[in-house]
Nanobody
Framework: QVQLVESGGGLVQAGGSLSLSCASSGRTFSPHGMCWFCHAPVNERESVAAISWSAGATAYADSVKGRFSISRDNAQNTVYLQMNSLKHDDTAVYYC??????????????????????WGQGTQVTVSS
């Protein structure tokens, strides 16, 4: 069983930065890729950034391009999301998710929720305006 644990959320002023981490535990972790999603109360869950595990190909939602950066440490089974120039609209619970069966594609856009198999519990990011 794969378990994902996010950390690094918190409260930050607009224009500030936060760094999120997602560490996996359990069985040998070898996903096809990972994705960060955000879910604000009035919106549906949206993909933010994705990365393929072997090649490190990345994809970003238009709303975060140039501000967020996803990376991974294969040896540590951890994926990161560096969030810069944060805006009030970035306020949401952020989840990491693992694509274990290759159902997502790491090209022009991040995946959709149905392509991911395991999810973390989420970490709250609040950006004050």
């Amino acid at each position: 069983q794969v378990q994902l644990v996010e950390s690094g959320g918190g409260l930050v002023q607009a224009g500030g930065s936060l760094s999120l981490s997602c560490a996996s535990s359990g069985r040998t972790f070898s996903p096809h890729g990972m994705c960060w999603f955000c879910h604000a109360p009035v919106n549906e869950r949206e993909s933010v950034a994705a990365i393929s595990w072997s090649a490190g190909a990345t994809a970003y939602a238009d709303s975060v391009k140039g501000r967020f950066s996803i990376s991974r440490d294969n040896a540590q089974n951890t994926v990161y999301l560096q969030m810069n120039s944060l805006k009030h609209d970035d306020t949401a619970v952020y989840y990491c998710a693992a694509d274990m069966y290759g159902r997502s594609w790491y090209g022009a856009r991040p995946g959709v929720a149905g392509e991911y198999d395991y999810w973390g519990q989420g970490t709250q990011v609040t950006v004050s305006s």
